[in-house]
C-alpha cells in the first residue's frame, strides 16, 4: 500500500541498499514492528505501525504503534505510564518490518499481562512455561 | 483461523497464562516470527509461520518458516546453508508472534542482501545509513 508519507522504492537496489526510508506498507497499511530494549536486547513486543505511527516515532524519539484491535494511532504508555523512548530504529532488507530500541518508563514493563516483556513463555517439554528472560544479554 | 494441528483458546485466561500451544494464525494462516541470536541477541530477521512450519521448527530444532513470496514451506537455509539450530521459542500475550533463539550456521549469516541479520540499516540523520551492530549483546 503505498503512503502519504514516505517515499516508495523505485527498484530492488534502492528498497534494500538505498538512503531513503521507503517502507513497504501491507494490505492493512502495515509494517511490523519489533521492541527491543536497548540495554539490555530483550525483545519486549511484537506490534504494528501506519505511516503515522512510524512518523511520528521518528519525529517525537517516542514509540507510536497502530492498535489494530482499536483500529487507530497507539502512543504506547500513555494511559499505562510505560512509554517507550526509541534510542534507535533499524529497518530490514525489504522494507516491511522496523525494530526498534527502546527504554521502557513507568514501571519498566512493557506486556499489559504485566510482565516486563510480551515473550514470557517459553515452549519446554510439549507445553508453556512462564519464565522472563534473565538478562543474558546485559551490556559485557 | 483456526489450524488442524494447534488447539484454539478457549477463553483469554488459556490464551494469556495458560499451558497450552494456541497460536492465533492470522487470515493468512500465519503468525509472526522474529530470529534472534541465542548468544549476541541480535535480531537477525522478521519472517512468518504457518502452522506447519511452526510444528517442524518445535519437533525438528531448526527453523522453518512460510514464504510468502513463494508461498510456500521453508527452511531456511536448504539452499544458502544458514540453517538456523533453534535453542528456545518463546510466544507472547497474545499467542500471534513467536520469538526464536537460534544459531545460524553455514557462514552465520541470516540475510540474503550478504548481511548478518537483515536488520542492517540504521535510521540516521533523515536517513538510512548501513551499519551493522555491535557485539553490545554479548554474554557479560
Known sequence: MTSPIFPAAPDKQALERGPALA??????????????HAD???ILM???MNDEALKLTLDTGVAHYF?????GLWKKGETSGQLQIVTQVRIDCDQDAVVIKVRPQGDGGAC??????CFYRVWENGQLVEREEEHVHDHA
Chains 1, 2 share one sequence.
Not at 492498535?67 to 483500529?71: A, G, K, T, V, Y
Not at 499489559?112 to 516483556?117: A, D, E, K, N, Q
Request: cysteine-free; hydrophobic content about 40%.
Open 46 to 48: 511484537l506490534a504494528w
Open 112 to 117: 499489559h499481562v504485566g510482565f516486563r516483556s
Open 67 to 71: 492498535s489494530r484491535s482499536r483500529n
Open 40 to 42: 539490555t536486547g530483550e
Open 23 to 36: 517502507p513497504r506498507f501491507d494490505a492493512n497499511g502495515l509494517v511490523a514492528a519489533v521492541a527491543q
